[in-house]
């Protein structure tokens, strides 16, 4: 009995030993011309579904054409922009080569340490193809940490029949001819109004000791707009979709959402729908612009992949002007390469330019300081104390003062 | 007075049930209510996630076709598949381990009884996920957190811990007379025999209850699976595709699919627990007479 278990036992161990090795057995060896590689690469799905054109198999095939010094085995793998950074920081090791990531999490792959830093003619290029902000929301203490492929920021859909061309310029002229929505309590939208008169955060949105400056006159006379805003009839909170449905019934005819909605919207309006960078409010008498959050979406390299070269060569292909045409041909996704925004047939894409307008003329870069985390809970919390009446013009003063103090602590 | 007391006795009693049941049909309407929100949403027509009438105003199948067919991107059925394997898988081996760990403990008296029972009462203190990590870890140096492996990584994370959730089998267990199994062994069964074939027929209810927590723990974590399938989406079980159809992306044009889904996921649980309910009663009924 004893004798059998232990038989069991060794069999077991020596399984599990075999299955350790098996996992790291690579197939690298380099023979002259042609080097074996194995790219792992992970993209949303939506780049991988014949639905809509495999845009990752067909980039990476017309990059393995381009290459044929390697013979690349590829592994695809589903990841979205928005947690892919987060997967990877997990367990950078058994992560893929390439990825796609949000830049607002640019710091959690630092702070994993697995995020490859891009230089040389690899930077260059990157740097030719690309408007500086965008690069420099690729950039961090000096270096640059991914290949940029699209913009990621927030702007105006409307019904052309109810707003004209003048109209959209300002919100409040805006409120007097239809019914406008908003998202009042997600604090990524929210900001737009204090940053438009004048509020900082961390400086230029780099400097983590210069903290936020969401107080004093400025920002208190904003707090006061918002409660006005708050009480306009035809102004609605968009929360949980529900700016959408007031869209779909007819109720609301303006909202702020992304490129990611634009499908949905051009179902719903059709040729009515409108898009636009963000309008002006008045404050006081006089016009303020509203600012966005912007970001860009770009393709990192793993820190500790084996393949460096092969992996920042296929993520300098998959940003390239070639791959985001076939990525604007197939899935709408808005270009940032400056080659092809130029060109006349994208050019023309009222979303495109509504996009790149937003992020040139009416947004801030989102800062990615670690201290921004402190900064969400207590704009949202800004909102929803207006929304429910806890705030009020009375005061407004001592809330908005209470929301910056929030901003600058740790809340330890 | 006592007349009065005695005239109304009856009437009293209507008021009282009354009473009773209106408050009881209260209760059970505000607990189902979010079930049939659902099962409505599920046939909603209208699209989006939000929408101001509370009833849909058309109905349609159409979300429950899509889940099946609309494949490219959020694969529901495969996922479906995956979770059904690796529930089932997970479901046989921990109902063993958590019945055969209880009867040990119930039945036999070794040094380290005391001891195990001691130690499982306080690891099961923790949650599990707080080994998560490590747990991760370990299966990646086993070589089990890529391809086809994932769902044996999967089965034995839901089934491994199995054995320290004894206590309500052992408690029911130790109800049984130990009699029983003294006059097996005086008839020559083995200790396999006598759990086999008298303590486990007799436990029926304990069966079914265990059946069907070991079902349904893996059939709806979300945590461990999210952790050790990360990018391979070809592993994915249900509870990580509905979460992702909330997403920013897709929750205007899945939402009313996720209500569909969350219908569909709830369909292999009834139907266990219809096909295992009757044992629920007829359990100990005329067994154990010693």
């Known amino acids: ?412 | 007075m006592e007349d009065v007391k005695y005239g109304s006795a009856k009437r009293r009693r209507m008021i009282n049930d009354t009473i009773v049941h209106v408050s009881l049909a209260i209760l059970a309407f505000i607990w189902v209510f979010p079930i049939i929100w659902v099962v409505l949403t599920s046939f909603r027509a209208e699209k989006g996630s939000y929408v101001s009438t509370f009833l849909p105003q058309n109905y349609t199948i159409d979300n429950y076709v899509r889940l099946f067919t609309d494949t490219t991107i959020l694969n529901f059925p495969k996922m479906f598949g995956n979770t059904l394997f690796i529930a089932i898988c997970s479901c046989i081996l921990s109902t063993f381990y958590v019945l055969a760990t209880a009867y040990c403990l119930s039945r036999l008296r070794f040094k380290l009884r005391k001891p195990y029972m001691n130690m499982a009462m306080v690891l099961g203190l923790f949650p599990g996920f707080m080994s998560m990590v490590a747990v991760y870890f370990i299966l990646k140096a086993l070589g089990l957190s890529e391809g086809g492996l994932i769902r044996l990584a999967l089965i034995l994370c839901y089934s491994g811990g199995a054995g320290l959730g004894f206590q309500i089998a052992k408690g029911f267990f130790d109800t049984i007379p130990v009699a029983i199994d003294e006059a097996a062994l005086i008839d020559g069964c083995t200790r396999w025999q006598i759990f086999w074939k008298i303590s486990l027929p007799l436990s029926k209810p304990m069966v079914v209850y265990t059946v069907l927590t070991a079902f349904i723990g893996p059939w709806v974590d979300f945590i461990f699976a999210k952790v050790i399938c990360r990018a391979n989406a070809d592993y994915y079980t249900v509870a990580i595709g509905l979460w992702r159809m909330l997403e920013k992306e897709y929750i205007d044009s899945w939402y009313t699919c996720f209500a569909a889904g969350a219908v569909l996921i709830s369909i292999p649980i009834a139907i266990l627990f219809m096909f295992l309910q009757r044992y629920y009663v007829d359990g100990m009924s005329g067994a154990v007479k010693g």
């Not at chain 1, 630092?110 to 830093?117: G, H, I």
């Not at chain 1, 009839?233 to 979709?241: E, H, Q, T």
């Not at chain 1, 600012?291 to 820190?303: C, E, F, H, L, R």
């Open chain 1, 1 to 412: 009995m004893k004798k059998k278990f232990l038989v069991l036992m060794t069999l077991l161990m020596s399984l599990c030993l075999i299955g350790g090795c098996g996992s790291q057995g690579q197939s690298a060896s380099g023979n002259g011309e042609t080097e074996d590689i194995r790219l792992m690469v992970w993209a949303p799905s939506e780049d991988q579904s014949k639905d809509s054109g495999e845009w990752l198999r067909k980039c990476c095939e017309a990059f393995a054409k381009e290459h044929p010094e390697y013979n690349i085995h590829f592994v695809y793998g589903v990841a979205d922009e928005a947690t892919a950074a987060t997967t990877v920081a997990q367990d950078p090791e058994s992560s893929a080569d390439v990825f796609m990531y949000a830049n607002d999490n640019l710091t959690v792959l630092k702070d994993a340490k697995a995020a490859a830093k891009f230089g040389g003619i690899y930077e260059q290029e990157v740097i030719d193809t690309n408007s500086e902000t965008i690069v420099n929301s690729l950039r961090s203490d000096g270096y640059l940490y991914g290949v940029p492929f699209t913009t990621n920021t927030w702007y105006m859909f409307y019904d052309k029949s109810v707003f004209s061309e003048e109209d959209i310029k300002n919100l409040d002229t805006m409120l007097e001819r239809g019914v406008v929505s908003f998202p009042f309590t997600n604090s990524w939208y929210l900001p737009a109004f204090y940053v438009g008169n004048g509020c900082t955060l961390f400086e230029d949105g780099t400097v983590e000791e210069a903290g936020v400056d969401f107080a004093g006159e400025k920002a208190d006379d904003v707090t006061n707009y918002l409660i006005d805003l708050m009480a306009n009839p035809n102004f609605v909170v968009d929360a949980d979709g529900s700016g959408m449905a007031g869209l779909r019934d007819g109720s609301v005819n303006a909202i702020f959402t992304g490129s990611w909605d634009a499908a949905s919207i051009k179902e719903i309006l059709g040729d009515n729908m409108g898009v636009a960078s963000l309008p002006c409010y008045t404050l006081n008498g006089e016009e303020k612009q509203m600012y966005a959050y912007a970001g860009s979406k770009a393709i990192g390299v793993n820190a500790t992949s084996d393949n460096m070269v092969a992996s920042i060569q296929l993520a300098i292909y998959l940003g390239s002007a070639e791959a985001q045409r076939l990525h604007y041909e197939l899935r709408n996704v808005v270009p940032c390469n400056t080659e092809l925004l130029n060109d006349e047939s994208i050019a023309g894409d009222m979303l495109v330019t509504a996009q790149n307008d937003t992020f040139n003329n009416t947004s801030i870069l989102q800062p990615f300081v670690s201290a921004m985390s402190n900064c969400w809970t207590p704009v949202e919390n800004m909102g929803k104390g207006i929304r429910n009446k806890s705030v009020t013009h009375k005061n407004a003063k001592e809330q908005t003062q209470a929301m910056n103090d929030a901003m600058n602590s740790n809340g330890l």
